[in-house]
C-alpha cells in the first residue's frame, strides 16, 4: 500500500554520466514534488508539476528536469552528474487543494 | 519570502522527560505550519500541521504544537518521550505558488536523540 514510491533506493554513478530517478504515488493526487537534501539534512524544494505543467523551478541546474508521463508519476532526469548533485531527492505529491505533502522513502545519489 | 528557523541542531533528553522543540517562521500573510520527522534513513512523515482555528493543535505519536502569532513560533512538544522519538523532526511553512501548487519551506531540522 505505497503512497509515494521511488525507485532506485540507491543511485551511485560516475561524474559525468545521466541518471533519472523515479516517482510514482497512487494517492491520486494532482501535484508531484520534487526536493533535494543535502549533507546537513537540509531540504529544498526543486520543482512542481500540476497537471502536466511544471509550476515551480527553484534556479536548480538545467542539467535537472523532471518528466511527468502522467499525473501519477514526475521522473528526475539528471544530466552529466557533477559531485555536487550527491544528496537525498525526495519526491512528495499532494492534492492540489492542499498544503500538506505526502513524501517518498527518498533516494541516496552519489556521484564519485 | 518565507523562511523558517530551527535553533537547535541537536537535543537530548532522557526517555520519559518532556520534550519541546522550537521553530520560528517568516511569512507575510497566515502560515500554514507544519512538523514533519524524519526516521534514519527514512522518508518524511507528516506529524501535524496547523493551518487555522485552534492554535494547540494535536498530532500524531502523542506529540503537540501551539501556534503563537505574536511570537511567529509554533512549538511542538511531548510530554514523555519514548526511545522510538529519536529522529530529525523538520518544521515548514507552507505558501500558496499557484495553479494548485503549494510549496514548503523547511528548517534546517533539530536532531533529537534520546537517552535510555
Known amino acids: 500500500d505505497t503512497a509515494v514510491s521511488q525507485t532506485p533506493k540507491y543511485l551511485v554513478t560516475q561524474m559525468g554520466n545521466d541518471k533519472s530517478i523515479k516517482c510514482e504515488q497512487n494517492?491520486?493526487?494532482?501535484?508531484m514534488y520534487w526536493y533535494k537534501q543535502d549533507s546537513k539534512k537540509f531540504l529544498k524544494i526543486m520543482f512542481s508539476?500540476?497537471?502536466?505543467?511544471?509550476?515551480i523551478n527553484e534556479t536548480v541546474p538545467n542539467r535537472f528536469s523532471p518528466k511527468s508521463p502522467d499525473k501519477a508519476h514526475l521522473n528526475l532526469h539528471i544530466n552529466s552528474l557533477e559531485l555536487g548533485d550527491s544528496a537525498v531527492y525526495f519526491c512528495?505529491?499532494?492534492?492540489?487543494?492542499?498544503?500538506?505533502?505526502?513524501f517518498g522513502p527518498g533516494t541516496r545519489l552519489t556521484v564519485t | 519570502a518565507q523562511s523558517v528557523t530551527q535553533p537547535d541542531i541537536h537535543i537530548t533528553v532522557s526517555e520519559g522527560a518532556s520534550l519541546e522543540l522550537r521553530c520560528n517562521y517568516s511569512?507575510?500573510?497566515?502560515?500554514?505550519l507544519f512538523w514533519y520527522v524524519q526516521s534514519p534513513g527514512q522518508g518524511l512523515q507528516l506529524l501535524l500541521k496547523?493551518?487555522?482555528?485552534?492554535?494547540l493543535v494535536q498530532g500524531i505519536k502523542g506529540f503537540e504544537a501551539e501556534f503563537k502569532r505574536s511570537q511567529s513560533s509554533f512549538n511542538l512538544r511531548k510530554p514523555s518521550v519514548h526511545w522510538s522519538d529519536a529522529a530529525e523532526y523538520f518544521c515548514?511553512?507552507?505558501?500558496?505558488?499557484?495553479?494548485?501548487?503549494?510549496?514548503?519551506?523547511f528548517g534546517k531540522g533539530t536532531k533529537l536523540s534520546v537517552i535510555p
Open positions: 512528495a505529491s499532494s492534492r492540489d487543494t492542499s498544503y500538506e505533502q505526502y
Open positions: 494517492l491520486g493526487h494532482d501535484t
Open positions: 508539476y500540476n497537471n502536466k505543467e511544471l509550476i
Open positions: 511569512y507575510g500573510a497566515t502560515p500554514y
Open positions: 496547523y493551518f487555522s482555528g485552534d492554535t
Open positions: 515548514a511553512v507552507g505558501a500558496n505558488s499557484g495553479a494548485g501548487s503549494y510549496q514548503l519551506t
